[in-house]
């Protein structure tokens, strides 16, 4: 399949629609959608919230709202258009209603309720369609939802910061952040993309944080999971007293496979490991991370408590700044 120049620079468009959505729509992906008539685009939609209008709709809408007519343009979708009544009725339906004359898709939907199905329905309509145009970079956006399709398990990223050393922590100091504002936010803004952030008892009992999002706006706070198999922490921690959910996980854990499948199937598709050294090198040794972040900073620790990550099961590395830190992106 060759595409066009102007059809690639429709979909990127869609795909950047899309990004307005995130952090909001779990569990569903991110998706967005744009309405092109004579070579211009008339409409732009985008999934925003959970149980909110699906991106197809909200395109139609903002068309309608600026008074252009929908009668024979070309739609752009991210993702195949959903032909079953889940939150929001069939998108299949508004395209046809909508009278599009031609939908080009860049990712099909890995919902088995749903798969191949939406397209069928519109080419028995009459609609032309074809899919793959920015597939891969689809895919990308939906990283966390694809994943979660097809495993049944979150995807795991580990944050983690470490001195100019290699130390997670020093133990001369009480408790305390050594990466710079600008580097919190960051880490804020990757919260709030989880559906998850989870600790051991360890990091509970010596810093006692609350793992919300608090710098960035969010409607939604993640819920805290902390390993805690012997008990061991403040029944006062602020995790088990600020009212957001957590799921303290005492003498019924059982490991972390269990746990992952626990977490999926509350539809948990991005946990975001924010603990010590023992909880990440856990997950590290049961080959149960999908990304690791490290955070480097320039502070020097006194009393240093060294890392000793093994890394090397990852294949790429992406480096990045995150104000005065920086960060190195480790995935599969
Ligand atoms: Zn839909």
Not at 69 to 92: D, K, M, Q, V
Not at 155 to 169: F, L, M, P, R
Not at 297 to 307: D, G, I, L, Q, Y
Request: charged fraction near 25%; include cysteine.
């Amino acid at each position: 399949m060759t595409w066009s120049a102007a059809q690639r620079e429709y979909m990127s468009r869609a795909l950047e629609v899309a990004e307005k959505g995130r952090g909001q729509v779990r569990p569903n992906p991110l998706v967005g959608c744009v309405l092109v008539k004579d070579g211009f685009v008339i409409a732009e939609g985008w999934h925003d919230h959970l149980g909110g209008l699906h991106a197809e709709q909200m395109a139609i809408h903002d068309a309608e709202e600026k008074g252009h007519n929908t009668n024979g343009s070309t739609a752009y979708i991210t993702l195949e258009p959903c032909n079953h009544f889940g939150r929001t009725p069939p998108c299949t339906e508004a395209l046809l209603w909508a009278g599009i004359g031609e939908v080009i898709i860049a990712h099909g939907d890995p919902n088995p309720l749903v798969r191949g199905d939406g397209i069928s329905v519109l080419e028995e309509a009459g609609i032309k369609v074809q899919s793959g145009l920015l597939e891969n970079e689809a895919a990308e956006q939906m990283r966390e939802f694809l994943h979660w399709c097809e495993n049944r398990r979150p995807y795991v990223t580990v944050k983690v910061a470490i001195d100019a050393n290699g130390s997670v922590d020093d133990l001369s100091k009480d408790a305390a952040r050594f990466t710079s504002d600008e580097c919190l936010k960051h880490v804020h803004n990757l919260r709030k993309d989880c559906c998850a952030i989870l600790v051991g008892a360890n990091t509970v009992i010596r810093d006692d944080p609350s793992l919300t999002v608090r710098l960035v706006e969010s409607e939604r706070q993640p819920i805290r999971v902390v390993i805690d198999p012997n008990n061991r922490i403040d029944p006062n921690s602020k995790v088990l007293n600020d009212g957001f959910a957590t799921r303290h996980l005492t003498s019924g854990f059982r490991g972390l496979p269990a746990l992952l499948d626990m977490l999926g199937d509350l539809e948990i598709q991005r946990l975001l490991v924010e603990g010590g050294p023992t909880t990440i090198n856990y997950f590290l040794e049961e080959g149960l991370v999908d990304e690791f972040i490290l955070v480097q900073s320039n502070a020097v620790h006194t009393t240093p408590v060294n890392s000793n990550f093994d890394l090397t099961s990852f294949s790429s590395v992406e480096e990045k700044t995150w104000g005065e830190e920086s960060v190195k992106i480790y995935t599969r």
